[in-house]
């Protein structure tokens, strides 16, 4: 028998670096082949070329799926999805996977897993079971997870989860979150490294933000934008933004913040992407977390800090006792900043439990895709509770 080829698919910055490590264990395995398709955000000059992430890591990229159009309307994002799946439909023709592995809840990977389906090569899915009312991204994840054979969610309750939805118990594994895992077996950057490697030097209080559309919502990008900006400029504090998504209504994100960058030299600056090692490292340094990502909800309260989560983009996540909930309206906002740095609240940051951390979650993962039986693997049963 030859090796297991096992296709990992990539689309964006932070899933490939929540992939790359369990990606390496892949890579040096002799039993296992490796196999890399880039698609999205990675091709785009826009959005950082980030490939390239990939390659400087050490990783050789078998197929580039080109799929992005210039454009955030919904008009563009459905005909980039479109176009995804015929890029995917080339890539497994060539590549002939036996097993691939996705992560999460983006519109690409939707797209990787209904080519698969015809394929009929059988699917991992990292981080299924998820709830995030305020995106579509909450269907796809669901969508995903029915086209899906091996699972790997983050928390018992996700797991469950998982379950309800109809799939086999004995193909739902509880691993805890693969970033927690990321985060105690990388080496991050020094203070001064840090510093030297975004040249911007950080104050005693920096905010780290990242703010993303809420997709679900109509054409309330602008107004919530400036909402947290006019928040923002009222805090004495510095600013390390890093850009949106490819989502719908992001480019209207990016133009405030880049105008906002543009007036406030030395208060803030913008990257398109930090890179999975610099922004770890700045959630090492910075006071606060603001924004809607899941990375303030997933990996920041490792990192004993305070998130200011704004609006229903994440809402219904399991959160820690870290997490400051608010409006996306400049009062809520302000309100927030002052108790994440109130001191009072000190301890309860200090002292808080991320509900995502279990031990060797990467490895678990790999274990199991290396050796679960495949055979008779795409011919699901309905699991009823």
Excluded at 252 to 271: G, R, S, T
Excluded at 351 to 378: C, H, M, W
């Amino acid at each position: 028998m030859g090796k297991r080829k096992i296709c990992f698919i990539t689309g964006s910055r932070a899933e490939y670096g929540l992939m790359s490590r369990l990606m390496k264990k892949v890579q040096n395995d002799n039993e296992l082949q490796l196999q890399i398709i880039a698609t999205n955000m990675h091709l785009s000059p826009e959005f950082g070329l980030t490939y390239r992430e990939i390659e400087n890591d050490g990783l050789h990229i078998d197929k580039k799926v080109d799929m992005l159009l210039s454009g955030d309307s919904s008009t563009a994002t459905v005909k980039s999805l479109g176009i995804g799946i015929l890029g995917f439909a080339d890539a497994y023709e060539d590549l002939r996977p036996d097993l691939i592995v996705v992560l999460g809840d983006r519109y690409e990977i939707l797209g990787a897993v209904e080519a698969a389906l015809i394929f009929r090569i059988p699917v991992a899915h990292i981080s299924g079971g998820d709830i995030t009312e305020g995106a579509y991204d909450d269907a796809i994840r669901h969508s995903i997870t029915k086209m899906s054979h091996l699972h790997f969610p983050t928390t018992k309750i996700y797991r469950k989860r998982v379950i309800q939805l109809g799939e086999q118990p004995d193909h739902v594994w509880n691993v805890g979150n693969i970033a927690i895992d990321n985060i105690h077996h990388t080496n991050l950057l020094s203070h001064s490294e840090f510093e030297e490697s975004i040249h911007f030097k950080l104050d005693q209080l920096t905010a780290l933000v990242t703010f993303h559309p809420v997709t679900l919502e109509e054409q309330t990008a602008e107004e919530q934008c400036h909402a947290l900006l006019d928040a923002l400029d009222e805090q004495p504090l510095k600013i390390i933004f890093t850009m949106p998504n490819s989502d719908s209504n992001g480019r209207i994100i990016i133009k405030l913040i880049n105008e906002y960058v543009e007036c406030h030299p030395e208060k803030a600056i913008a990257f398109t992407s930090l890179g999975y090692l610099r922004y770890l490292s700045a959630l090492q340094y910075v006071g606060v977390v603001v924004g809607n990502s899941s990375s303030g909800i997933v990996e920041v309260p490792s990192f004993h800090l305070p998130t200011i989560n704004i609006g229903d983009r994440q809402k219904g996540r399991l959160q820690a006792e870290s997490i400051i909930n608010c409006l996306p309206t400049l009062p809520s906002i302000r309100e927030a900043f002052a108790e994440a740095f109130n001191p009072n609240n000190h301890l309860r940051f200090e002292q808080v439990t991320n509900p995502y951390e279990q031990p060797d979650t990467a490895n678990r993962i790999y274990q199991t895709i290396k050796s679960f039986p495949l055979e008779g693997l795409i011919t699901k049963h309905f699991y009823d509770l």
